[in-house]
């Protein structure tokens, strides 16, 4: 089946120009299977789907409901979580990756990193040469991305190939003009979220490929010097004013998450210092 699993709407994402219908309508024109929503920190273009996904002339079309999450310490992290899951805690950006990464695996869905070789802002190899032990507790990665250069997404391979971990490709298109330039084949049927997972849990052989944008000089100045404003202004500027908030909101998220997790483990502690105790007793 053939999916393009990076795409952002117009009403998920606030640098996008294509709206869901829109999306759709292409990729059913170029024979796709489906195509993954993954807009920034945001399901606002998963719900829109929702208002339209019973529509008679979508019945064999799969929209695969995901989010592009922003770390505080390694770029855009794509996430998917089971079928009709939706956790307000990836609708506040910062969480570091480890903590990001725990909250995913526990809840049964899967991640890796976005375009991990692109602009340093917002890459996962970009911020700092990240752990291969970090690095392995991810379900795929992105290895083919459309609006990154040959180079990028040679290095994405490779480095997918190093962790043995599955290959994701995505056009990350915010305007109409790539959509279909990236393709991931998956050799099982997928019709929802929870058969995606499945299949990069069970090793089902899944294939990243596409064709790079064409990139001039212009272009890519344009983009480096807006990506790297954008980081300074956010995550220097708007965002140490926003961080006290932002912890705070997801503390109080993460409290019904974490908690039963922590009952557990103290439990865990006390039946064991338990046993301890009485095998102490029994062999003095």
Known sequence: MKFDLHC???????????????FVHKFMA???????????????????????KNDPRYKDFCVIRGVEYDTKDAGHILVIMPDDLYLPIMK?????????????????????????FGVASSSAMGFKKMDMR?????????????????????????????????TFAGSDSHVSEYIGMACTDISENIYCNNDLI??????????????????TKKAKRKEH??????????????????????KIRHRKLLRPIVRPFIYKERRTRREQKSRESKQKKLSG
């Open 225 to 246: 010097w807006i990506g790297i404003l954008s980081f300074k202004l956010y995550n220097r500027g708007i965002g140490k004013l926003i961080c006290p908030y932002r």
């Open 30 to 52: 170029l024979g796709f299977n489906g195509f993954m929503i993954s807009d920034h920190n945001s399901y606002k273009g998963c719900r829109a789907w929702d208002k339209i």
């Open 92 to 116: 506040i950006r910062g969480m570091r990756c480890s903590k990001l990464i725990k909250i995913v695996h526990i809840f049964g869905g899967i991640l890796g990193p976005a375009h991990p």
């Open 134 to 166: 970090l690095l392995k507790r991810f379900d795929f990665i992105e290895a083919f991305n459309t609006c990154e250069s040959r180079s990028s997404n040679s290095k994405a391979a490779l480095l997918a190939k190093e962790c043995g971990l599955p």
């Open 8 to 22: 952002h709407t117009k009403e998920g994402s606030l640098d996008s120009k294509v709206s869901v219908k829109e």
């Open 198 to 215: 499945a299949a990069v849990k069970n090793g089902v052989k899944i294939e990243a490929h596409g064709t790079e944008r064409e990139e």
